[in-house]
T-cell receptor
Framework: GAVVSQHPSRVICKSGTSVKIECRSLDFQATTMFWYRQFPKKSLMLMATSNEGSKATYEQGVEKDKFLINHASLTLSTLTVTSAHPEDSSFYIC???????????????FGPGTRLLVL | GESVGLHLPTLSVQEGDNSIINCAYSNSASDYFIWYKQESGKGPQFIIDIRSNMDKRQGQRVTVLLNKTVKHLSLQIAATQPGDSAVYFCAENGGSQGNLIFGKGTKLSVKP
């Protein structure tokens, strides 16, 4: 099956600093990746859609200048939380569909998540 | 089942019993549904999926039922084991960006 990795798995940072989270598709190309945020005991909420070769699409209420997304290649998307504050502490998860021929493109493969704690 | 509220619905079952987890989905135009299992501190893991042209699909120890009339999904786990303890989410493909829309989730606790 398709594998998606995330790095780092957890990060602790001081308020005001920026944090970069990487999402990689290891054995398939991902022209689209999705970034979700999950608060404790809550469901996954879509933040933005990362598209290779074009700008990311952000969901309503998500600040694009705060959550910078760069889809650097067909296997890598990065989410940078700029000037992080304690309320940004959350579990960030990426996912990607596999558009390869013969593969169900609607199945999303999820990364293991990144736990961000802002002090 | 699900409820609108601050806390995750919890289902507690005895090891060996069958579990039924329910989900109400939101978009009547959705035609593909997935159940995910999420263990603490991990990303969602695919369990089983179903298309809207079916009302039942079986996997190994799991069965998904779809009732499009009332926009309802259920996940049945046979002979529940302690390793099944996790939060279970249903998801539908009705997102405007091709993304999945997730349900609220149900926490399954299996008592040995």
């Amino acid at each position: 099956g398709a594998v998606v990795s995330q790095h780092p798995s957890r990060v602790i940072c001081k308020s005001g600093t920026s944090v970069k989270i990487e999402c990689r598709s290891l054995d398939f190309q991902a022209t689209t990746m999705f970034w979700y945020r999950q608060f404790p005991k809550k469901s996954l909420m879509l933040m933005a859609t990362s598209n290779e070769g074009s700008k990311a699409t952000y969901e309503q209420g998500v600040e694009k200048d705060k959550f910078l997304i760069n889809h650097a290649s067909l296997t890598l998307s990065t989410l940078t939380v700029t000037s992080a504050h304690p309320e940004d502490s959350s579990f960030y998860i990426c996912s990607a569909p596999n558009f390869a021929q013969g593969v169900n493109k609607e199945t999303q493969y999820f990364g293991p998540g990144t736990r961000l704690l802002v002090l | 089942g699900e409820s609108v509220g601050l806390h995750l619905p919890t289902l507690s079952v005895q090891e060996g019993d069958n579990s039924i987890i329910n989900c109400a989905y939101s978009n009547s135009a959705s035609d593909y549904f997935i159940w995910y299992k999420q263990e603490s501190g991990k990303g969602p893991q695919f369990i089983i999926d179903i298309r809207s042209n079916m009302d039942k699909r079986q996997g190994q120890r799991v069965t998904v039922l779809l009732n499009k009339t009332v926009k309802h999904l259920s996940l049945q786990i046979a002979a529940t084991q302690p390793g099944d303890s996790a939060v279970y989410f249903c998801a539908e493909n009705g997102g405007s960006q091709g993304n999945l829309i997730f349900g609220k989730g149900t926490k399954l606790s299996v008592k040995p």
